[in-house]
């Protein structure tokens, strides 16, 4: 069965700091790897998508991108934190467009 | 961007009652799931249902897709059923929520 991994679990991160969010899969190969973004009380919102290694598509212009240097690795960066950077960022998985499947997500707080 | 809309945006039960939550959109969509989100912050699959109707124990969901909606039925609720349940529609890789309904069931 496949599994999805995210780590840290929670982060706390002054302004200015630089970030790194990693997500692995385990149990298939050649997913298709997503990062989303969800604000207090709020839905999910998309940031990357990827089908394939090297290969990164963004949906909102913002102070993050995304990376996938294997192929069941996805990494979200950031050179500078902003205040706005916060919130819970989910990683999820999906074979082919079909269903997708989250992680357990990462709470990043910046101060 | 395709529109989704949830409601009610609140719903308190009380344990053993049934409710019924909607999801309208606002265009033709090829992928259509609810989740529901514990309180850690998981989100759990229930149905994967771009049309049709399915049933998974206490809980069913319906896709009219000719229509646009989707509904997520819940019987004899418990209390573990608390929690927010979104709706994501959508085409090919990208999904849009809806902003949610939060569930209390009361016991």
């Known amino acids: 069965s496949q599994t999805i991994h995210q780590w840290p679990a929670t982060l706390v991160q002054p302004v200015g700091s630089p970030l790194s969010l990693e997500c692995t899969v385990e149990g298939t190969s050649n997913p298709n790897l997503y990062w989303y973004r969800q604000a207090a009380g709020r839905g999910l919102q998309l940031l990357f998508y990827?089908?394939?290694?090297?290969?990164i598509s963004s949906e909102v212009p913002q102070n993050l991108s995304a990376s996938r240097p294997q192929d069941r690795q996805f990494i979200l960066s950031s050179k500078k934190l902003l205040l706005s950077d916060s919130g819970f960022y989910l990683c999820?998985?999906?074979?082919?467009?079909?269903?997708?499947?989250f992680g357990p997500g990462t709470r990043l707080t910046v101060l | 961007g395709i529109q989704v809309e949830q409601s009610p945006p609140d719903l308190i039960l009380q344990e053993g009652a049934n409710s019924t939550l909607r999801c309208n959109f606002s265009d033709s969509v090829n992928n259509l799931q609810w989740f529901h989100q514990n309180p850690w912050g998981q989100l759990i699959n229930l149905f994967y249902i771009p049309s049709g109707t399915k049933q998974n124990g206490r809980l069913s969901a319906t896709t009219v897709a000719t229509e646009r909606y989707s509904l997520l039925y819940i019987s004899s609720s418990q209390t573990t059923d608390s929690g927010v349940y979104f709706c994501?529609?959508?085409?090919?890789?990208?999904?849009?929520f809806g902003a949610g309904t939060t569930v209390t069931v009361r016991a």
């Open positions: 999820a998985w999906s074979y082919n467009y079909n269903e997708q499947f």
């Open positions: 990827s089908v394939g290694i090297g290969q």
């Open positions: 994501a529609v959508g085409n090919d890789y990208k999904l849009s």
